[in-house]
């Protein structure tokens, strides 16, 4: 299993903004890497995800315009700002990748929490 360093999150008021990042190890090659979030009695959902060979990204429809995925220069840490956040945005999010040759994400953290609450 991949291991991932997930960090950032926290507590934010409606309206504001957190940024949550993920460095996965750089000796695995990845098609993509992404951001899913689990709210609580809900399925986890992809959130945004970027392309490894060229940075594409991709965004469910409930954040776009508002979240916006990043990668380092490496290529193995993405990044996720999040703007303008409403409670239902409240979530576990987990980072995952997917790796060259497969066709499934793995997720490889304990995920971070964002709460948006007043």
């Known amino acids: 299993q991949v291991q991932l360093e997930e960090s950032g999150g926290g507590l934010v008021q409606p309206g504001g903004s957190v940024r949550v990042s993920c460095t996965a190890p750089?000796?695995?090659?990845?098609?993509?890497m992404g951001w899913f979030r689990q709210a609580p009695g809900k399925e986890r959902t992809l959130v945004a995800r970027i392309r490894s060979s060229n940075g594409e990204p991709y965004y469910a429809d409930s954040v776009k315009g508002r979240f916006t995925i990043s990668r380092n220069r490496a290529g193995n840490t993405i990044y996720l700002q999040m703007n303008n956040l409403r409670p239902e945005d409240t979530a576990v999010y987990y980072c995952a990748v997917q790796r060259v040759g497969s066709n499934q994400y793995e997720f490889g953290g304990q995920g971070t929490q964002v709460t948006v609450s007043s």
């Open positions: 750089r000796r695995i090659a990845t098609v993509a």
